[in-house]
């Protein structure tokens, strides 16, 4: 149980270009998701928090007219990274909170983006 | 500014001993505490999480909590080189989960 899935694994882009991430929470609900990235060798960091049919709730430092978060429904929540650079290039990695638990996160399993 | 830290490591542990990994926080209304492991390249998974004080064991991992401390800590028996990545701990409070940086654990064959 427990399952998260991520598309696409792995996306390669123009810069300029917008991409597109999708997370989906497979066997339960989840009002709230979160984005992460994570670039080699380093931990991860926290982007913003997406809560199901509200405005995602973003980290200092996080553009939120670049990194758009879509949260429509209790099963999937979309990143999309606008107008692309080669400095977005990273690991990206979105969690679910299962919903009536102790507040556990389970992690999808990431979309490497490079952006050339 | 709720904290929570970890030795970055890396931990070397040859195989077959026990692995210690710890952690501390600053937020002493903290409830609830997890540890996740990551394989290089890849995303965190969960291990298991504890919110009493004391042990508790699944399998070859036990997790310590002593809240009076602030410290939560992983053990890893029988250490396999499987075993070897770097283990994130991480703290429940009022906000959502705040990470550490994570531990880097090298189980020498």
């Known amino acids: 149980g427990a399952v998260v899935s991520q598309h696409p694994s792995w996306v390669i882009c123009k810069s300029g270009t917008s991409v597109k991430i999708e997370c989906r929470s497979l066997?339960?609900?989840?009002?709230?998701m979160f984005w992460y990235r994570q670039f080699p060798k380093q931990s991860l960091m926290l982007m913003a928090t997406?809560?199901?049919?509200?405005?995602?709730?973003?980290e200092q430092g996080v553009e939120k007219d670049k990194f758009l978060i879509n949260h429509a429904s209790l099963t999937l929540s979309t990143l999309t990274v606008t107008s692309a650079h080669p400095e977005d290039s990273s690991f990206y990695i979105c969690?679910?909170?299962?919903?009536?638990?102790?507040?556990?996160?389970?992690f999808g399993p990431g979309t490497r983006l490079t952006v050339t | 500014q709720k904290e929570v830290e970890q030795n970055s490591g890396p931990l070397s542990v040859p195989e077959g001993a026990i692995a210690s990994l710890n952690c501390t926080y600053s937020?002493?209304?903290?409830?609830?505490f997890f540890w996740y492991r990551q394989y290089s390249g890849k995303s965190p998974e969960l291990i298991m999480f504890?919110?009493?004080?004391g042990d508790k064991e699944d399998g070859r991992f036990t997790a310590q909590l002593n809240k009076a401390s602030q410290y939560v800590s992983l053990l890893i028996r029988d250490s396999q080189p499987s075993d070897s990545a770097t283990y994130l701990c991480?703290?429940?409070?009022?906000?959502?989960?705040?990470f550490g940086k994570g531990t880097h654990l090298i189980i020498q064959p």
């Open positions: 969690s679910a909170r299962l919903l009536g638990g102790e507040y556990e996160q389970y």
């Open positions: 066997d339960f609900q989840a009002t709230t």
């Open positions: 997406s809560n199901e049919g509200s405005k995602a709730t973003y």
């Open positions: 937020d002493r209304g903290s409830q609830s």
């Open positions: 504890i919110y009493s004080n």
């Open positions: 991480a703290v429940r409070g009022a906000d959502g989960l705040t």
